[in-house]
């Protein structure tokens, strides 16, 4: 682009920027009374100059570094100087200058105005991403599923941990950076879970947070779990090895629900075959329904020791699992010589 092209593109010249300097320059020079010597005529220089080179320096005066901490249910507005203003329904932290201004954002809504062509610098940092202001209107919401980052006015750099980069604009509409954390990814697939995305969304994401998650931890069990329970309609012998993976780890917390889980889903989509292992474990537990289901599976072999399981579980089962184990424990001694 030649200086032509140049000139015939830049923006219109803001109305307002003369008289936002005038004030600046008015607030320095009643906050600070120069010495005499600066508008003394040293080296020849007039009371003309001296008076024009302190009002550059009063401009150019930088304003101190200092913190802000946000934290606010509802909707709050913060102004954190004559450039920046911040409507805050979340938790953050701010830290700068009033024209280099640095936001640490937690979690919740965050709503930024920035007046343009003053100079500022303003970025928005969390887990998720980088965002890198310059004059606009624009949004920050960072929830279960990611930080969505939406412009009301002028544009934004984003560059997110998830390997997504590039500019957010009104017209290109908002743009979600993911989560990158074992945790984070895990309650995205939650929150997908909740809104009724569909089963290879919430995978995805999973994988994901399983590929990065650490063994052993109590997140990569939660992930598993998940995952587990995901797979089961679409991939049994996949959820059934999530299953093992997830016994196998450190933090197997809900051992019993994932063992009782897994031998349900294989009794009914493999058959007994594929169950008696997870059946017998839980029955060595002390679990009755699955001695009941055990029974049944080896009765027609082993029905000597199918009708001592039933009898052993009879007295801890009540409702539909009692009646179930008295009709199997009749058929048996039906069938008996």
């Given at each position: 682009?030649?200086?032509?092209?140049?000139?015939?593109?830049?923006?219109?010249?803001?109305?307002?920027?003369?008289?936002?300097?005038?004030?600046r320059?008015?607030?320095?020079?009643a906050?600070?009374?120069?010495?005499?010597?600066?508008?003394?005529g040293?080296?020849?220089?007039?009371?003309?100059?001296?008076?024009?080179?302190?009002?550059?320096v009063?401009?150019?005066?930088?304003?101190?570094?200092?913190?802000?901490?946000?934290?606010?249910?509802?909707?709050?507005?913060?102004?954190?100087?004559?450039?920046?203003?911040?409507?805050?329904?979340?938790?953050?932290t701010?830290?700068?200058?009033?024209?280099?201004?640095?936001?640490?954002?937690?979690?919740?809504?965050?709503?930024?105005?920035?007046?343009?062509n003053?100079?500022?610098?303003?970025?928005?940092?969390?887990?998720?991403?980088?965002?890198?202001?310059?004059?606009?209107?624009?949004?920050?919401?960072?929830g279960?599923?990611?930080?969505?980052?939406?412009?009301?006015?002028?544009?934004?750099?984003?560059?997110?941990r998830?390997?997504?980069?590039?500019?957010?604009?009104?017209?290109?509409?908002?743009?979600t950076?993911?989560?990158?954390?074992?945790?984070?990814?895990?309650?995205?697939?939650?929150?997908?879970l909740?809104?009724?995305?569909?089963?290879?969304?919430?995978?995805?994401?999973?994988?994901?947070?399983?590929?990065?998650?650490a063994p052993?931890?109590?997140v990569?069990?939660?992930?598993?779990?998940?995952?587990?329970?995901?797979?089961?309609?679409?991939?049994?012998?996949?959820?059934?090895?999530?299953?093992?993976?997830?016994?196998?780890?450190?933090?197997?917390?809900?051992?019993f629900?994932?063992?009782?889980?897994?031998?349900?889903?294989?009794?009914?989509?493999?058959?007994?075959?594929?169950?008696?292992?997870?059946?017998?474990?839980?029955?060595?537990?002390?679990?009755?329904?699955e001695?009941?289901?055990?029974?049944?599976c080896?009765?027609?072999?082993?029905?000597?020791?199918?009708?001592?399981?039933?009898?052993?579980?009879?007295?801890?089962?009540?409702?539909?699992?009692?009646?179930?184990?008295?009709?199997?424990?009749?058929?048996?001694?039906?069938?008996a010589?």
């Amino acid at each position: 682009m030649d200086l032509r092209d140049a000139i015939e593109h830049m923006e219109e010249p803001d109305p307002r920027a003369v008289d936002r300097i005038w004030r600046r320059f008015e607030d320095s020079r009643a906050r600070r009374r120069w010495p005499a010597w600066t508008l003394a005529g040293a080296g020849g220089l007039g009371l003309a100059g001296a008076a024009v080179a302190a009002a550059v320096v009063a401009l150019s005066w930088p304003s101190a570094e200092r913190t802000l901490q946000l934290e606010s249910l509802a909707t709050r507005t913060h102004t954190w100087s004559e450039q920046v203003s911040l409507d805050v329904t979340g938790r953050g932290t701010v830290r700068g200058t009033d024209q280099d201004v640095q936001i640490r954002w937690l979690s919740g809504h965050l709503r930024i105005e920035v007046e343009p062509n003053t100079g500022t610098r303003l970025q928005v940092h969390t887990d998720e991403a980088r965002v890198q202001v310059i004059g606009t209107v624009l949004s920050v919401d960072r929830g279960a599923l990611g930080v969505a980052v939406g412009v009301e006015k002028g544009r934004v750099r984003v560059t997110c941990r998830d390997g997504w980069s590039g500019d957010v604009t009104a017209e290109s509409g908002p743009h979600t950076c993911q989560p990158v954390t074992p945790a984070g990814l895990l309650g995205r697939a939650d929150a997908l879970l909740d809104q009724g995305a569909g089963d290879q969304t919430v995978l995805d994401t999973l994988d994901r947070g399983i590929a990065v998650a650490a063994p052993g931890t109590p997140v990569m069990g939660e992930l598993l779990v998940r995952r587990m329970r995901q797979r089961a309609p679409l991939d049994v012998d996949g959820a059934l090895a999530d299953a093992e993976l997830y016994l196998a780890t450190d933090a197997a917390d809900r051992a019993f629900e994932v063992r009782r889980f897994a031998s349900w889903l294989a009794l009914s989509e493999l058959g007994c075959e594929r169950a008696l292992p997870w059946l017998t474990e839980l029955h060595e537990a002390g679990s009755a329904p699955e001695s009941v289901l055990l029974a049944e599976c080896i009765a027609a072999d082993d029905p000597e020791r199918a009708r001592r399981l039933l009898v052993g579980a009879l007295p801890v089962l009540e409702g539909e699992w009692n009646e179930r184990a008295t009709r199997a424990l009749s058929q048996l001694l039906e069938a008996a010589p």
